[in-house]
């Protein structure tokens, strides 16, 4: 069967962007750009969790889903509530879904489910990756759309395996500074952030307004290099800032 042409097009114009990167954020900006291409709102890329990962935050390489969402979610241990999770990595191929087919066969625990409505999570495709050292690693677009056709998640299992196939070259190959060390206070505030606590709650435990520990969560996203909370945590995690 032939492919339709607005398939073709799209297929080139994603895979010139991705072979264009020469930075591991810009190949997740081509991903976003998929994302985008093929209906979707949002794009992670996330490590394999392993037997005592309890929290998807510390496992998030990049993700554009919202941070209340993330924190909920993990604040409600719901990584390890997920039956999911543990089947994605199974397989080689890309999986999709839809809520209500979700809902409709009682797989996710209803809370789960009750989450991902909120935040308009109504369709996921997700691809399983391996590195060439062993590192297995999930890539998700998630959003508000129409079911996948077979033809669409073809396509996205070849956009993904380009896109890792570049992003992990760059990651085993490219030389990471190293970051200026975190202060003891936005040391602190990192534990207690990757804990799913939010600013006010910090500044209560802590006895400082949540302005204040904005700004140190703001200052070690600087020094990181990271572009969010949720990367900031994770980053912190890899690099043995935090437990």
């Not at 990049?62 to 999911?84: I, K, M, S, W």
């Not at 990757?194 to 996203?221: W, Y």
Request: net charge neutral; charged share 25%; proline share 5%.
């Amino acid at each position: 069967m032939a492919v339709p042409s607005a398939a073709v097009e799209r297929q080139v114009a994603l895979s010139s962007a991705i072979a264009a990167a020469a930075t591991r954020s810009e190949v997740l900006t081509a991903m976003e750009d998929a994302a985008e291409a093929f209906g979707f709102a949002h794009v992670t890329l996330m490590a394999k969790p392993g037997d005592d990962d309890e929290y998807m935050s510390r496992l998030i390489i990049q993700t554009t889903l919202p941070e209340d969402f993330v924190r909920q979610f993990d604040r409600n241990r719901f990584l390890v509530a997920c039956p999911v999770m543990p089947t994605l990595f199974d397989t080689m191929l890309p999986q999709a879904w839809t809520l209500g087919g979700l809902e409709r066969d009682g797989i996710v625990p209803a809370p789960i489910t009750r989450l991902m409505r909120r935040f308009s999570l109504f369709t996921t495709v997700v691809m399983p990756l391996h590195s060439f050292d062993g590192a297995r690693f999930l890539l998700r677009f998630d959003g508000k759309r129409p079911s996948l056709r077979q033809s669409e998640i073809n396509e996205f299992a070849v956009i993904s395996l380009h896109a890792f196939e570049v992003f992990d070259r760059i990651r085993r190959t490219e030389e990471i500074a190293i970051p200026r060390p975190l202060s003891m206070r936005e040391l602190e505030v990192v534990r207690w952030t990757a804990q799913g606590k939010t600013s006010v709650e910090i500044g209560r435990i802590l006895s400082l307004s949540d302005h204040t520990i904005n700004a140190h969560l703001t200052n070690a996203i600087k020094k990181l290099d990271c572009v969010n909370r949720t990367q900031l945590v994770a980053k912190a995690i890899r690099l043995g800032l935090i437990p």
